[in-house]
DNA sequence: TAGATTGTTAATCGATTAACAATC
DNA sequence: TAGATTGTTAATCGATTAACAATC
């Protein structure tokens, strides 16, 4: 394809400005929160065997502004081409890369309860390149018990185990003390994907809180305006 | 409490609006965004004993600013006191009003694999009040089968076991079709918590698309700025 | 009363949208 | 070439922060 035979994969506005020493150059938090959302649709456009794609029909596609998306993408490197769009496959390609998914990083379960069953029964890892090597506990009556492949080890062991080949820790807890960040940097991990109720926030490694109950509550009160319109009781009295 | 005694629970600028139909006011979604985290902070603080705080000093505990958290809880009511600052307690019912916990809505579960016995095994819709009536499955080999208490029902059903009663649907299933929404805004309900792949947007239903895939693939472009620094390659090699 | 801290207005900052020249 | 659509600058909009008068 003739669009990806001109880009040149360092044809991004970071690394440029790396090269050039202008260094600081980085995307905003809005900007890259985004990008997932993008990889996503397209994806499914590539699934649909649409290769190529105006700025203006992604857009309606999205629900957002033709502007938008141009000034997106614009934050990373020049992606498209003038009178044509952009080339799907290329687009996608620049988004894997920037979210560096298919990286092949090796990740770690904490927790062998339910959520790190439902995990590892999904291919949620997998698509995305990441390769789990291990699953842990802190209770040690889990501790030689079976979840899928794995034979479940104590924490006990992460360390050696990790040996610093190890970039991900996701921590499947209900509950987990602010020590664990310190904990998994000292494991030579650099990022937690976070189930437990517990909010993590550290300097010495990365944490994505997900929070489940946040997105619950705002639904719950979304539907309220639909509910309590009129009568101010719900279905169930309240 | 005297401040307690002083509020009104009608004091609530949304509502003030409507009766005195100015009636257009709405908060922004950025901020309602941050309730959940504030309800968060809040029952931490409660669980801690701590019965009064400063803006200050809440914004200081959870990273913002003093002006956000004055100006957020303002879109709501007067909810604190000059001179004294915020009561935890009567701040934590006012977060919990907004955000409609303790409602005691009615839900659904569809799908009868790992990621509903996961959530059937947290406590995150009984510490927010929210029932679950049933669990249902699209496939036929699921039915009649046991998750936790309940026994797994044909969606062929669902219609008829609503009856209008049930408020949300959590949607535990890998993939979706678009006409989801429709058959569930059918059967009455008003919102959908959505755990499968699919990203889903109705008129007729609220939707909260979990997107678990998103969170971490940003952690895996925030660890990437950690790894590649300098050489380019990560701990696998790529 | 004096000190503390809110509620609220004004100033700043950043993000989104609009417009259009560049160009494929 | 003419039409289409980007990349990018300028304008707008909204969200965050600062400042301070009100007041507990």
Redesign the interface.
Known sequence: MALEGKKNIFDDKRLRAKRENTSSYTVSSSV??R???Y??FLRDLLNNDILRISSGDLAKLM?ITPSQVRQDFNSFGDFGQQGYGYNVKFLYTQVSR????N????AVIIGA???T??LL??N?FDI?G?RIKGVFSYDKCDVGAKCKDFTVLSTDELQDFCN?????AVLAL?EVNDDVCDFLADCGI????NFS?S?L?SDKI?C?N???????????????E??FSGNGE???G?
């Open positions: 890259m929160r990008m997932p959302r990889f996503r629900g920037i979210l560096c998914v990286k092949k990083y090796s309860g339910d959520i069953k439902a029964a999904t949620i995305r990441i610093g080949n190890i970039s991900i209900p650099n990022g937690i994907w109720t909010e926030h990365k994505q997900v929070m489940l109950g946040d997105t619950l509550m705002l639904l719950m009160n979304e539907i309220n639909i509910e719900n279905k169930d309240n």
